[in-house]
């Protein structure tokens, strides 16, 4: 019979546990926050008693020392249910107040605090990536005439604004219609993006681009971190998109120029994007690209190239022996001042592409950034000296630019005295492009995009499959054993010329057919300062005489 009676006050105790349990987790205020927590200390002082006692009742009888424990239990249970009727007259007299554990109100605070955090990191790294559009413009200005600064500083105002319009209205929806989720980003699967161009093959799937977040906006695209992606990538399509205009300065008509904003940035870019960072089938075979040495430097570069062989050189570039000649920039101050403007925009280029305020990793993508383009203009200038007989000081500011682009792609994978040797390779390579684009292709590029952006993000592209060494997501390369991410690094680069190759041709070809793109012979010679907008950057003061 005693067996059945405790088997009775044991099963009772376990529901009043259960039960203010159930209460205290589901409808508790939070002004009783601190009473709850110590109800659920006694609560563990019974669960803690409640093994032991359940063996002594099956075994057959308690001790003496059992006997008091079970009156000790019977009090502690009394006390519970004394604790229980004081909180339900709290209830009654605080409303309804929505209920929270401790627990739960630290995990809300934490998530919201973490995501906030991520979100300032990437906006204000996006930030930085705006004012890189400054940088170009103060660069490619200064390294060509001054009868051409408003026509050269309005295209780089305008790629921006023109580009930023086509990337919201379908260059976002192309580049991340099915993007997966971002915990990072708060970006859930219910975001709306959730369409692409795709097939399936072997149990894996190849997108070629995305399909759905059309003009982003409304209720369902504001969730989340949409539109801290959002502009992030904006200010990199814009990147890609300024690129062309260094090397097509001084000729390109600004009708043309348009259309090709509107293509880059809302077509052409986001389509690579996608097969790269928007989950898309180059991704899924494994090629990396951290933050662009490809997917937006090697793109803009090979655009250039293009767009340099069908426009044409600027009048008087060439003679007709194929010799060259020199047409120096008309302020070297505005390339140096916009060097550092670019450089420092690059810290938020690289370690803003972590997409996450609290990666530990950030510091070292940083150092590596600094590091490469340090080495890039140390090794251009050396360079320069050797073979020109003095330092060129417009290579020591493409040296620093080189290093810069060489290092994004693997900015977060390798060691610092890789983040060194890939930035002296960019700046010696750098040099020796210009030098063979100019004298052996015969084209005419004012600032040496084509060699800064193109050749040295190939080589970017490449140094992630070398030099990787896999403290970053286990991502390794050639030199620590991994040839197959070299391979799929040097598939990556390859499939990026052969795009931008081809699509920039066609791009160009319809410009020229639809607006034209290579100005007048009166306009150059005259400038295009005159010629497309009547007005000069540095026109002389006019003084009125005052009227008698």
Known sequence: MIKHVLSFIFLTVLLSIQVNAQTAESSVPKAVLPEIMDLQKEISKLK????????????????????????ALEEELESVRKIKEELAAKFGTMGTEAAVTPAEEVASKATQAWLGTNAVWVLMAGFLVMLMQAGFALVETGLTR????????????????????????????????NITANAGLGITEESGLNSALQFTLWDKTYSFFGASGWFPGGDLLAQGGIFTLFLFQMVFASTANTIPTGTLAERWKFKGFILHSVFVAGILYPIFGHWVWGGGWLATLGYLDFAGSTVVHMAGGVMALVGAYLVGPRLGKFNKDGSSNPIPGHNLPFAFIGTFVLAFGWFGFNAGSTLLGVDTNIGLI??????????????????????????????????????????????????????????????VLVVYSAVFVEDKLKLD??????????????????????????????????????????????????????FFSVAGSLMFLFTSRVVGNRSTEAEQIEGMDLGEFGVEAYAADVDKKPML
């Open 48 to 71: 803690d008693n409640q093994y032991e006692l359940q063996k002594s009742v099956l075994s057959g009888g308690l001790s003496p020392d059992e006997q008091a424990k079970l009156k």
């Open 146 to 177: 001054a009868k051409n600064a408003v026509h050269t500083m309005v295209m780089n105002l305008m790629d921006y604004s023109i580009g930023m319009l086509a990337f919201w209205a379908f260059g976002f929806a192309l580049m991340f219609g």
């Open 366 to 427: 940083a150092t590596n950034t600094a590091l490469a383009s340090a080495a890039g203009a140390c090794a251009a200038s050396i360079v320069t000296t050797l073979r020109f007989g003095k330092m060129d000081p417009s290579f020591c500011c493409n040296g620093m630019l080189a290093g810069l682009v060489g290092i994004t792609a693997s900015c977060a994978f390798v060691d610092t005295w890789a983040a060194v040797v890939i930035g002296v390779l960019s700046g």
């Open 445 to 498: 590029d004012p600032v040496g995009a084509i060699s800064v952006h193109g050749t040295c993000g190939a080589l970017g592209g490449i140094c992630l499959g070398l030099f990787a060494n896999g403290n970053y997501s286990g991502v390794t390369g050639l030199f620590y054993g991994d040839a197959k991410q070299f391979m799929l690094q040097c598939l990556g680069v390859l499939v990026c010329f052969v």
